[in-house]
């Protein structure tokens, strides 16, 4: 088959066209086909790839890197030491990826920040190798990074949470495995766990994340926050409480002018005291017994409620209000 010459008048070259109506030759495309495609190349492999160039080291060298970034803070030996342990947060990362199952890349990220821990803590000078070392900083930076993004809400912030995270339905499995019921207690035993942190685990892990602000019901306005209970007071329930004190105090105000001088000491004193006087002291007092004292007082009690009664027909609402004198 004869190829048309390219220097015929008028023709330009032009990529990935036709040579020749004819001759149906096709021109080779000047780029690969990786560089076409609409993902060009596997982002993970390209790490592997890039962390594969970097030599192990050996014990010597590592003592001898450690020594420099612990006496002198030589980041180049700090560089060394982390590049050459790469390959190892990707190993434990690997271990992780069944409980994440999400993007690897993730965990290598947090576990290359923890590699960098190791290195600034590393003790060159104690006979504990650098990787062996380095792995529990790289375990605890992978395992807080999935314990906190797990869930939009946090489900293990204490020791005892993180532990039962990664180990509770492991065990269940296992005694189910061996013939026993997975019950709290025994759970608690094997996990070295309260039956308390057991329960509220499971709980946390069978359940769903819930917005407090999405419907109670698909047909209802009212979001599920609105029916939380709150140990602090509103704002409303505070200005009330004010409100019912002041009228209470007012009340009493009025109640003293009906009172004779002795019950109004009594009131005062014994009553409506915050450090109340003896019943002998006030006895001593008037030349009275401490059985009268405590006779007159319970009956200025029980005028008082009488009193309130008549002039706030509501008032057995108000008894739980404290009255600061």
């Given at each position: 088959?004869?190829?048309t ?20 030759d096709?021109k ?12 060009k ?14 030599k192990?080291?050996t ?5 001898e890197?450690?020594?420099r970034?612990?006496?002198g803070g030589?980041?180049e030996a700090?560089?060394v030491?982390?590049?050459?342990n ?6 434990i ?11 690897l890349?993730?965990?290598?990220q ?7 821990q190791a ?11 650098f ?5 529990f900083?790289i ?14 809400v ?6 005892g949470?993180?532990?039962l995270?990664?180990k ?6 296992k005694?189910i495995d061996q013939?026993f019921?997975p ?12 039956e308390?942190?057991?329960v509220d685990m499971d709980?946390r ?5 819930v917005?407090?602000d999405?419907?109670l019901?698909?047909?209802s ?10 140990e602090?007071?509103s704002?409303e329930?505070?200005?009330a409480?004010?409100e ?8 009493i105000?009025?109640f003293k002018?009906?009172?004779t ?18 019943l ?8 009275i017994?401490?059985?009268r004292v ?9 005028k008082l409620?009488?009193?309130f009664?008549?002039?706030m027909p ?8 404290e009255?600061?004198?």
């Open positions: 088959m004869n190829k010459s390219k220097k015929q008048k008028g023709y330009k070259k032009r990529p990935d066209k036709i040579k020749n109506e004819n001759s149906g096709i080779k495309p000047e780029h690969s086909s990786s560089d076409t495609a609409l993902v190349f596997d982002p993970l492999q390209r790490y592997l790839a890039e962390i594969s160039k970097y192990l080291l014990r010597e060298q590592e003592i890197l450690g020594k970034v612990m006496e030589d980041t700090a560089y030491l982390v590049t050459a790469l390959r190892l947060v990707v190993k990362a690997l271990e992780f990826q069944r409980i994440w199952m999400q993007n890349l993730d965990l290598i947090e576990g290359n920040i923890g590699l960098m290195v600034k803590k590393f003790d060159p000078y104690k006979n504990v190798k990787s062996y070392y380095a792995s900083w375990k605890a930076y992978i395992l807080k990074f999935i314990m906190d993004n797990w869930r939009l946090k489900i293990g912030t204490t020791q949470q993180r532990k995270f990664f509770l339905k492991k065990e269940k499995q005694l013939g019921d019950k709290p207690k025994l759970l608690s035993e094997r996990l070295g766990v309260s308390r942190e057991i709980q892990l069978d359940g769903w994340d917005s407090l999405a419907p019901k698909d047909d306005d009212a979001g599920r926050i609105e029916f939380l209970s709150s602090v007071e704002t329930d505070q200005v409480k004010k019912i004190e002041t009228l209470l105090h007012n009340k105000d009025e002018k009906t009172m001088e002795r019950e109004l000491e009594i009131f005062e004193q014994r009553i409506f005291a915050d450090n109340p006087a003896t002998q002291d006030i006895g001593d007092r008037y030349g017994s401490r059985e405590r006779q007159v007082e319970k009956n200025i009690i029980k409620r009488t009193f009664k008549q002039d509501d008032f057995d609402s108000y008894d739980s209000v009255v600061s004198s």
